[in-house]
C-alpha cells in the first residue's frame, strides 16, 4: 500500500509518518512539495505519487488570523480539500480528511455528534466547514475525521505554550467556561492507521460508505482545567525545571477578548466510531500524561 501524507511538518503529520508506516510507503510531503494555497497544483502531485490512500493533515490553522484572511483560509480548507478529492476519486484513492469541533455553535452542554446541525462562529469554522461539504461534493470515498483541542509535544500549541508560560510567569490567567477534550495528535494518528486498515478492507469487500465520524479524546475538561493539569504533572516529572507559577487563575471568555468567537461547548461524542470501527481514544488525562512523559525525554 502507498500513502500519500500531506502537512507532513505539521502536529499530526509528523506522527502519522511512524503510525503510517506499517502499513505500506508512506511519501510525507511538507507545504514546499504540496502546498495547499495552490489547488491548482494538487492534482499533479497525486497523480505522480499515485498513492493508494491520501492523508490530509495540512491546514490553515491560524485561528484568529483567519478573520482577516478569510479567503486564504477558504481556499486552502475548503477548494484544496475538494480539489484533493478529485484527485483520489480519479485514481481510485481511499482520502482521510482531518476537520474541527469549530463546526459547530458550541451552545449548550450536549455533545456533538456527527449529525448535528453545524454553525461556524468564526472564519476557520466557516473553511474547516467548506473543506467536508467540498470533499462530500468530489464523489471520492473519503472519511472525515472532526477532532478538538490537538496537542503534542512538538510544534506551536497550547501543551507547550502553557509549559513555557509556566516556567516563566508566576500567575496564569486561563480561559475557564470552554468546555472539550484536549486530544493528542499521537492517538490521532494513531487512530487514523486503525481506520485506514479497516476502511481499505470495506473498499475491497464493497462495503465502504463516505462519513464524518469524530475523533476526540474520552472525558471533558476546560482550557483551565488542562493548563493546571498539564503544570502539575510537568512539575511532578521534571522537579529539575523551575515553575514559577504558583497560580493558575480561571478567567471566562469575556475577560480573554481576542478577534475570533470560540464555541464553549466544544464537546464531541464519539460513537458512530466506535460503531463502525470498534475504536475509541483514551481518556484526556491518560493522553496527556503519555505526552508529558514524551516531553520530559526530549
Not at 502537512?7 to 510531503?29: H, T
Not at 475525521?145 to 503534542?152: I, K, P, Q
Request: net charge neutral.
Amino acid at each position: 500500500m502507498k500513502l500519500l501524507v500531506t502537512g507532513a511538518a505539521g502536529q499530526v503529520g509528523w506522527e502519522l509518518r511512524r503510525s503510517l508506516l506499517p502499513l505500506g510507503e508512506v511519501v510525507a510531503l511538507d507545504r514546499n512539495a504540496c502546498d495547499l494555497g495552490r489547488p491548482e497544483s494538487l492534482a499533479s502531485v497525486v497523480e505522480a505519487v499515485a498513492p493508494d490512500v491520501v492523508v490530509n493533515a495540512a491546514a490553515y490553522t491560524a485561528v484568529d488570523r483567519a478573520e482577516t484572511e478569510e479567503a486564504l483560509a477558504t481556499r486552502i480548507n475548503g477548494l484544496a480539500v475538494g480539489e484533493l478529492g478529485r484527485a483520489a476519486r480519479r485514481f481510485g484513492a481511499l482520502m482521510i480528511h482531518y476537520s474541527t469541533d469549530y463546526v459547530f455553535a458550541g451552545h449548550g452542554q450536549i455533545p456533538w455528534t456527527e449529525g448535528s446541525a453545524v454553525g461556524p462562529l468564526n472564519a476557520y469554522g466557516r473553511s474547516k466547514l467548506a473543506g467536508e461539504l467540498a470533499l462530500a461534493e468530489s464523489g471520492a470515498d473519503a472519511l472525515t475525521l472532526r477532532t478538538s483541542w490537538v496537542y503534542a509535544a512538538r510544534g506551536r500549541n497550547f501543551f507547550l505554550t502553557m509549559l513555557r508560560l509556566a516556567q516563566e510567569r508566576e500567575e496564569l490567567r486561563v480561559v475557564a467556561d470552554q468546555f472539550g477534550a484536549p486530544t493528542w495528535a499521537r492517538n490521532i494518528a494513531d487512530a487514523t492507521a486503525l481506520i485506514v486498515v479497516q476502511a481499505m478492507a470495506e473498499r475491497r469487500k464493497g462495503v465502504f460508505r463516505s462519513e464524518v465520524l469524530h475523533l476526540a479524546s474520552g472525558g471533558v475538561t476546560t482550557w483551565h482545567g488542562f493548563a493546571a493539569a498539564l503544570i502539575d504533572g510537568a512539575r511532578r516529572l521534571r522537579p529539575d525545571l523551575t515553575f514559577m507559577a504558583q497560580r493558575i487563575v480561571p478567567i471566562s471568555t469575556a475577560d480573554y477578548p481576542v478577534p475570533a468567537a470560540r464555541p464553549a461547548n466544544s464537546r464531541l461524542t464519539g460513537s458512530a466510531l466506535r460503531s463502525r470501527y470498534g475504536l475509541a481514544l483514551p481518556a484526556w488525562e491518560v493522553a496527556m500524561a503519555r505526552c508529558i512523559e514524551e516531553w520530559a525525554a526530549l
